[in-house]
C-alpha cells in the first residue's frame, strides 16, 4: 500500500462547478497535511495546510481532514480554467527518527469552459 | 524577497561526471530537503536536513549525497551519475516544529537534469 494515495485523474469539472480532490494516508500519527497545485513544469506552491480535523476554508478552497478515517480532501468551488493542474497531498510522516513530508503521485484537474 | 534557488536549472551531463546543484534558502528555515520528480511516481524525497550538520536518507537516496554545513546551503551531489538520475529535481526549505506540526514547505523553481 503506498503511504498516501491519490486518484490520478484526470478529473474534468465545468467552470463554474465544484471539483472535489481526495487523498488517503497510511501513518496514522500524522499530523500535518498539504495540497500543492503544480502547473505543468513548474514547481509546487502551496493551496492548504491543515492540522486539526474538520474543514478549513480560505476563499474558494476548503480542505477537510479526517484523521480516524485517514483522508484528507481538497473542495475547489466555483472552478476556473485557471485550476487546471495537477493538485498534490502531501502528509509529514513524524517520529523521534524521522521527518518526512510523503507525496501522492497527484490528480490532475481540467476546468473546460 | 523569500526565495529557495537552485542551480543550475538545466543541466545535461554524461554519466560518471560528478555534478552538484546548488540550494540555497533567506528564509531561515531549519529544514531543508531534495525532491525528485517523475512521470507517473510523484515527488520523492531524496535526502532531508532538521538544521546544520544534520542530514537524513529520504526514499530514494542511492546515488546521491548531500551536505549541511550552512543553515542556508543544502547541495546535491552525484558522484557518479547514471542515466536513471535523469529527472527533474527540486529543493524545498521550511521552519520545523518539534511537535511534528511542520510548516509547508517553499519550493525553488526546479532544476531538470538529463544523464546521458
Known amino acids: 500500500q503506498k503511504e498516501v494515495e491519490q486518484n490520478s485523474g484526470p478529473l474534468s469539472v465545468p467552470e463554474g462547478a465544484i471539483a472535489s480532490l481526495n487523498c488517503t494516508y497510511s501513518?496514522?500519527?500524522?499530523?500535518?497535511f498539504f495540497w500543492y497545485r503544480q502547473y505543468s513544469g513548474k514547481s509546487p506552491e502551496l493551496i492548504m495546510s491543515?492540522?486539526?480535523?474538520g474543514d478549513k476554508e480560505d476563499g474558494r478552497f476548503t480542505a477537510q481532514l479526517n484523521k480516524a478515517s485517514q483522508y484528507v480532501s481538497l473542495l475547489i468551488r466555483d472552478s476556473q480554467p485557471s485550476d487546471s493542474a495537477t493538485y498534490l497531498c502531501a502528509v509529514n510522516m513524524f517520529s523521534g527518527g524521522y521527518n518526512k513530508l510523503i507525496f501522492g503521485a497527484g490528480t490532475r484537474l481540467a476546468v473546460h469552459p | 524577497e523569500a526565495q529557495v534557488t537552485q542551480n543550475p536549472r538545466y543541466l545535461i551531463t554524461v554519466t560518471g561526471k560528478k555534478l552538484t546543484v546548488t540550494c540555497s534558502q533567506n528564509m531561515n528555515h531549519e529544514y531543508m530537503s531534495w525532491y525528485r520528480q517523475d512521470p507517473g511516481l510523484g515527488l520523492r524525497q531524496i535526502y532531508y536536513s532538521m538544521n546544520v550538520e544534520v542530514t537524513d536518507k529520504g526514499d530514494v537516496p542511492e546515488g546521491y549525497k548531500v551536505s549541511r554545513k550552512e543553515k542556508r546551503n543544502f547541495p546535491l551531489i552525484l558522484e557518479s551519475p547514471s542515466p536513471n538520475q535523469t529527472s527533474l529535481y527540486f529543493c524545498?526549505?521550511?521552519?520545523?516544529?518539534?511537535?511534528?506540526?511542520?510548516?509547508?514547505?517553499?519550493f525553488g523553481d526546479g532544476t531538470r537534469l538529463s544523464i546521458l
Open positions: 491543515i492540522y486539526s480535523n
Open positions: 524545498a526549505s521550511s521552519f520545523l516544529s518539534g511537535t511534528g506540526r511542520n510548516q509547508p514547505q517553499h
Open positions: 501513518d496514522r500519527v500524522s499530523q500535518s
